[in-house]
């Protein structure tokens, strides 16, 4: 399999993030940022084959990624060509840089591991806690 890298651009604070992400998960970075970003360039691809009528304007998915101040450092992220052709599809399509792609997925998980989980509380605990304040 062929072999090729992409350099991630991005703070300090969010290199080192990743880092611990990673550790977390006793992963390498390149394996942690890949397992993030291919996963939305799966539901991604999904997204545009269902619109094929949008082909043509795809600013309307496009956000543009404020680099945020402060130092700046660069993650590297070793993977397959395939792979990082994947990714650079995704982010053309997006009309982002690749680097403002990947961290645009990564901030988006990492906003998802914050979200407290949807519980199934049954009605009446829910109306108990509601009369009680």
Known sequence: MDRTALLIRCTVEEADRVRVEAEKQRRTLSGYVLQIALRVVEIDDRLFSKLNNFRTSNQFLSR??????????????????????????????????????????????????????????????????????
Do not use: H, Y
């Open 64 to 133: 543009r990624a404020m680099t945020a101040p402060g130092a700046r450092t660069a993650i590297l992220v070793r993977c397959g060509v395939a792979e990082a052709d994947r990714i650079r599809e995704a982010a053309r399509r997006r009309d982002l840089p690749i680097n403002a792609f990947v961290l645009q997925s990564l901030k988006r998980a990492w906003a998802a591991e914050m979200k407290p989980p949807m519980l199934n509380a049954p009605a009446e605990a829910v109306q108990q806690g509601n009369s009680a304040g």
